[in-house]
């Protein structure tokens, strides 16, 4: 349990358990898939600590890295709530130091920026989750052996739109 407006933290700031975490403890493969950008309260939550569910940078440079095996969703810098490509980036979801670092290839994560790349911090594609859950599964199909392996119960999966306002409790 944590306050409101608090990820992974209690009243002292020390860090809880999120079940990435447990599910990584397990043995278990762990990730994250959003259509809102990954380092959002939501899916952060489920990897990510921080006294403000608004440091988003912060958020994004723990979750890279974490030992998590995925990380898939919104947030890129050179791209509009509306999937649209801008001319000029807008490092509000991700630093610039560390979209450099996985863009350029000096990090140990999968890069993509369409489906054919698939696997890194956005699909450009797959604004849907539905579609980005299924550009997943079949990329387990065809390559068993990928570095990524989807295994949903350790799979952070919203339902729906999610609302960027503080969340009760």
Known sequence: KTDNGKLGVNDYGHEQENTSE???K???S?????????SHATPASWA????????????????????????????????DDDNKKKDEA??????????????????????A???EQLLGLYVVDFPAIDAAVDAARE???SNPSAIYEIR??????????????????
């Open 48 to 79: 990510a600590h921080n006294i403000s569910r608004n440091n988003y940078l912060e958020i994004a440079d723990e979750m890279f890295n974490s030992d998590l095996d995925v990380i898939m969703g919104a947030g890129h810098p050179f791209y």
């Open 90 to 111: 807008k490092y509000k979801y991700l630093s610039e130091e560390v979209y450099n670092k996985l863009s350029s290839g000096e990090s140990d994560w999968n890069y």
């Open 152 to 169: 949903p119960i350790a799979l952070y999966i919203p339902g729906a739109t999610l609302d960027p306002g503080p969340q009760p409790g």
């Open 139 to 141: 990329l387990r199909r």
């Open 30 to 38: 762990a990730g994250v898939v959003s259509s809102v950008p990954f």
């Open 22 to 24: 447990r599910a990584k």
């Open 113 to 115: 920026e369409t489906k």
């Open 26 to 28: 397990a043995g278990k």
